[in-house]
């Protein structure tokens, strides 16, 4: 084949590939637009706000604390109520497992843990979900129980964290979303050991992080 033929053979090979390419380029390009567009276009429609948390009641009853010397140990029971409001207008939430955590103040100690019901949340709702979470001889270090006995003295009131923890998906016009887990953290959560305490308590708003 003459040298001519052959170059222009090449010629017209490496024109493909470039015409080639920049087809894909061309259409990696609109992909991405129209993956842009349609996120614009939910989130207008949709409108997505944060989720809402907050203990809005808490009491204990039975409270001990075992101190030092030896393991230090807490017995316990405590009643909780989280309110959890979804204020989104098309965006229902549906929890598959939900877990609380009672921590001890700065130590982060665990005293108690339980579990609560799945459930779904429909839009622009407001779920209160109550739970009984129950300390039974749970070991706390020497820090911790003398937080926890400091506090019983000075007022009759027991400092705690509450922590949330829970696997969800949003539902929108029938579509699901992914699973993401959800945590709420309620800090600090002032227990007090009368009644007349339980009545009076403070709402505590929670700290929200979504992974």
């Given at each position: ?82 309110a959890a409001?979804n204020p ?33 949340q429909p ?89």
């Open positions: 084949m003459p040298a001519a033929a052959r170059g222009g053979v090449a010629h017209s090979g490496h024109a493909r590939r470039v015409a080639v390419l920049r087809c894909i380029v061309a259409s990696m390009v609109v992909t991405v637009l129209l993956a842009g567009l349609a996120v614009l276009i939910f989130w207008l429609v949709v409108r997505p706000k944060p989720i809402d948390y907050a203990v809005t009641h808490a009491a204990v009853r039975h409270f001990n604390v075992t101190p030092p010397p030896g393991a230090a140990t807490v017995n316990a029971t405590f009643y909780l109520t989280l409001r989104n207008r098309r965006v229902s939430i549906l929890y598959e497992w939900v877990e609380f955590r009672v921590l001890s103040g700065e130590s982060y100690a665990q005293l108690a843990l339980q579990d609560a019901p799945a459930f779904r839009p622009r709702n407001e779920t209160r979900l109550g739970v009984r979470a129950v300390a039974r001889s749970a070991p706390v270090g020497e820090q911790a129980a003398r937080e926890l006995r400091h506090d019983l003295a000075a007022g009759g009131a027991v400092g705690v964290d509450v922590r949330m923890r829970a696997r969800a998906q949003f539902k929108v016009a029938g579509v699901r979303s992914r699973h993401y887990g959800l945590e709420a953290f309620c800090s600090p959560v002032v227990v007090g050991l009368s009644p007349s305490a339980a009545r009076s308590f403070q709402s505590v708003p929670c700290d929200v992080a979504i992974s």
